[in-house]
């Protein structure tokens, strides 16, 4: 009865490799985000969708590339790996994130190492 | 644009003692204001939350808040903590704009 989920918990790759990050919610939620957590544990949104729709995408790297094919499902696809994309991905989903009074449910995160 | 401020990087304390988090919140007009932990591994979850009315905020975990808006301020507080309460924790402010900014964040260490 996972609320939101993200696939695979650890990822270890190349530098230059392509890889891929699922996230699902059953909340029934519209809106999905993912957030990058540093090595400091800064929290910052990288994409934010609202019914399959892009609403932010803040100041991303064009390697990643963030996928909604439904409601349910916010993908996170990164190619060439850099060494700087070490981190933890954390997808969360939120009901009318509009309006800013939604708290967001997070997925237990995605720890991405690049060696 | 608005911002998190939390000016405590670490904070020890003992079992059983009385624990405040301070956080600090720069927006123009009326913040949605919001506290999450992080345990070691797990993603964040929502302690408590403040949109409007009564400013002092009950949340989980025996945690409450309370909104100061001439201190710009949402600190969080418990009366007695546990050694579970061993964390990370987070404010964060949303401005209806599709996203949460988050403070940097606070680490607890709860000594026996």
């Known amino acids: 009865d996972t609320a939101v989920s993200q696939t695979p918990k650890y990822l270890v790759t190349q530098m230059g490799n392509d890889k891929s990050i699922k996230c699902e919610q059953n909340l029934g939620h519209d809106t999905m985000y993912w957030y990058k957590q540093d090595s400091k544990k800064f929290l910052k949104i990288m994409f934010s969708y609202n019914n399959k729709e892009l609403i932010i995408n803040e100041t991303v790297p064009n390697r990643f590339s963030p996928k909604s094919p439904d409601k349910a499902h916010l993908n996170l696809h990164i190619n060439s790996l850099e060494l700087g994309d070490s981190a933890v991905y954390f997808c969360a989903s939120s009901q009318g994130g509009g309006t800013g009074t939604s708290p967001l449910h997070f997925g237990n995160g995605t720890r991405l190492t690049v060696t | 644009a608005q911002s998190v401020t939390q000016p405590d990087i670490h904070i020890t304390v003992s079992e059983g003692a009385s624990l405040e988090l301070r956080c600090n919140y720069s927006?123009?007009?009326?913040?949605?204001l919001f506290w999450y932990v992080q345990s070691p591994g797990q993603g964040l979850q929502l302690l408590l939350k403040y949109f409007s009315g009564d400013t002092l905020v009950q949340g989980i975990k025996g945690f409450e808040a309370e909104f100061k808006r001439s201190q710009s301020s949402f600190n969080l507080r418990k009366p007695s903590v546990h050694w579970s309460d061993a964390a990370e924790y987070f404010c964060?402010?949303?401005?209806?704009?599709?996203?949460?900014?988050f403070g940097a964040g606070t680490t607890v260490t709860v000594r026996a």
């Open positions: 927006y123009g007009a009326t913040p949605y």
């Open positions: 964060a402010v949303g401005a209806g704009d599709y996203k949460l900014s």
